[in-house]
């Protein structure tokens, strides 16, 4: 694994919505999970640059051209009292994979959660994306076979919500 010499991490601009939910696609498409993407590129610069901010991003470029993305919020462990970060994507195009670029976007977010002491830094992983995991547990990521992701979306959220 050699990492691009000319390799560039840098946080995502406002300029950079569009080509971000480009590389967010990308991500999709990898995971089978196209039909998935509900959202547009507007809703996700808001999110980034609006009046509240909910998700900050960290692109990577090389030779000028964005090949990958991290992108995560803060979190809160109740148990540690510190925030922490939830990387919620990690993405690298196919053409620039295995050269340190996945590594320098989580150490690089790793980074961000000393500098901000956070307690943690947590993901989540595909059960079938087995290089991934290779990968995470490489870094020195555990992961937790005795924690499920729970989640409530659309009618259910709706209904749910309305529960008084």
């Not at 919505?17 to 808001?46: C, M, N, P, W």
Request: charged residues 20%; proline residues 2%; glycine residues 6%.
């Amino acid at each position: 694994m050699t990492l691009c010499s000319n390799l560039i991490l840098r946080f995502a601009e406002p300029t950079d919505y569009s080509v971000l939910f480009q590389l967010i696609q990308g991500l999709a498409e990898y995971e089978k999970l196209s039909h998935a993407v509900t959202g547009d590129a507007l809703a996700l610069k808001e999110h980034l640059f609006g009046s509240h901010r909910y998700i900050e991003a960290i692109l990577a470029e090389t030779a000028g051209q964005a090949v990958a993305f991290a992108l995560f919020f803060h979190n809160y462990s109740t148990f540690l009292t510190k925030p922490g970060i939830y990387l919620e994507d990690l993405f690298v195009l196919p053409e620039y994979r295995r050269q340190g670029i996945g590594k320098a976007l989580i150490s690089k977010v790793a980074q961000i959660a000393i500098e901000r002491d956070c307690g943690r830094l947590e993901w989540s992983v595909l059960d079938w994306n087995e290089p991934a995991k290779v990968f995470y547990r490489s870094i020195g990521a555990s992961i937790l076979d005795d924690w499920r992701i729970c989640r409530v979306t659309e009618d259910a959220l709706t209904q749910l919500g309305a529960v008084n």
